[in-house]
């Protein structure tokens, strides 16, 4: 993990201002410019970190295209630039970094890893591209949450049919011993008790689209077993 500096560089702010040819010739006019290109700002983040998080694609296969790092972590949460892609479903910038040899699987120092955050908010797209990758289906964080967790604690309910497509374990629980369909009825008691807000839930979640859930994830625990 790399080490947070107090300012941003000036390639993160080429970066985050999506300004690619101001970034191109500071790359090219210096070859000592380079030497910023993996440094993090003061929340850890480096030029690919926001690159990713802004969706400047461009900025993305610059960077990559100069040797940034795809795999470099922040030090407080282990949080790479592929966490980023996929929280905001940015599929282009996950290829990239997969071409230049980054790991979309790596975990942060919670356990979750990128998928875990495309199922989380809801990224349908990158979550299916992810799945045809080869991405676990069933990889759980320090929690003991799988993706499929997550879908149920999110409301995600089309999400939750795309991993049991793909083989998610509708069985599994975590460290306290809850499964996918014990989450989600929870959740749905906490929509229906006036929580929802609170919880950080879409507000097309609703109750009765998680009893919904709750029954589809009743069946392929059946079927399972």
């Known amino acids: ?48 970190h926001w690159a990713c998080s802004k969706g400047h694609n461009k900025e993305v296969k610059i960077l990559l295209a100069n040797n940034a790092d795809p795999n470099v972590a922040t030090e407080v949460d282990g949080w790479t630039a592929a966490h980023d892609a996929a929280r905001k479903g940015n599929s282009e910038a996950l290829k990239e970094i997969q071409l230049a040899g980054g790991n979309i699987e790596r975990a942060s120092s919670s356990g979750t890893r990128p998928l875990h955050y495309a199922v989380q908010y809801g990224q349908a797209k990158a979550v299916d591209w992810m799945l045809k990758e080869g991405c676990d289906v069933d990889g759980a964080n320090a929690t003991g949450w799988s993706p499929l967790h997550f879908a149920a604690r999110y409301g995600r309910k089309d999400i939750c049919g795309m991993l049991l497509a793909q083989g998610a374990m509708p069985t599994a629980v975590d460290k306290m011993g809850r499964s996918c369909g014990a989450v989600a009825a929870w959740v749905r008691d906490c929509i229906k008790e006036g929580k929802g807000p609170s919880m950080k839930l879409d507000e097309t979640v609703k109750a009765d689209a998680m009893e919904e859930m709750i029954g589809v994830l009743a069946e392929a625990a059946d079927r399972q077993a």
């Open 1 to 48: 993990a790399h080490r947070a500096t107090m300012v941003r560089t000036k390639i993160h702010e080429f970066v985050i201002a999506g300004e690619d040819e101001d970034l191109v010739e500071f790359l090219t006019e210096d070859p000592s410019n380079k030497k910023l290109i993996n440094e993090p700002d003061a929340i850890g983040w480096t030029p690919l």
